[in-house]
């Protein structure tokens, strides 16, 4: 089962399960008891996050560009030519199939009641339903 959460939320072993931190700044100061995990590569680019945080972008426009940077290639896959990362599908695929043996919390710095949050995008492209 995957979940979300603000990294500044209660922790709750037993209901969180693994606990991702998926952005691409920890946070200065963030102790590292808040997470299980920091998987930087599943967050927004710097450039995406700081446009939506600026209002550059409409969510719907975030929403499709943080999509597109999780399945897209880079500089590793114009040197493999057989075995492709296109992304983070790896890291994708690894957390799905924790999912499956128990809960998997991912966390991210905004808060709880935020509903314009990467995190909820990252979930719903896990559970399939994107």
């Known amino acids: 089962m995957i979940k979300t959460k603000s990294v500044f939320s209660p922790i709750e072993p037993s209901k969180d399960g693994l606990r991702i931190l998926a952005t691409r700044f920890r946070g200065r100061g963030m102790p590292s008891s808040r997470y299980d995990v920091w998987m930087a590569n599943l967050g927004p680019s710097e450039e995406l996050l700081g446009s939506m945080l600026k209002g550059k972008l409409a969510w719907s426009e975030f929403s499709r560009r943080y999509r597109k940077e999780l399945f897209e290639g880079g500089a590793i896959d114009r040197r493999n030519r057989l075995i492709k990362n296109h992304g983070q599908k790896f890291s994708l ?12 919390t991912v ?13 909820h995008l990252l979930k719903k492209l896990l559970d399939g339903k994107i």
């Open 107 to 119: 966390m991210c710095h905004c808060a709880e009641e935020e509903t314009h949050c990467h995190r």
């Open 93 to 104: 695929r690894l957390l799905q199939q924790l999912a499956k043996r128990g809960p998997v």
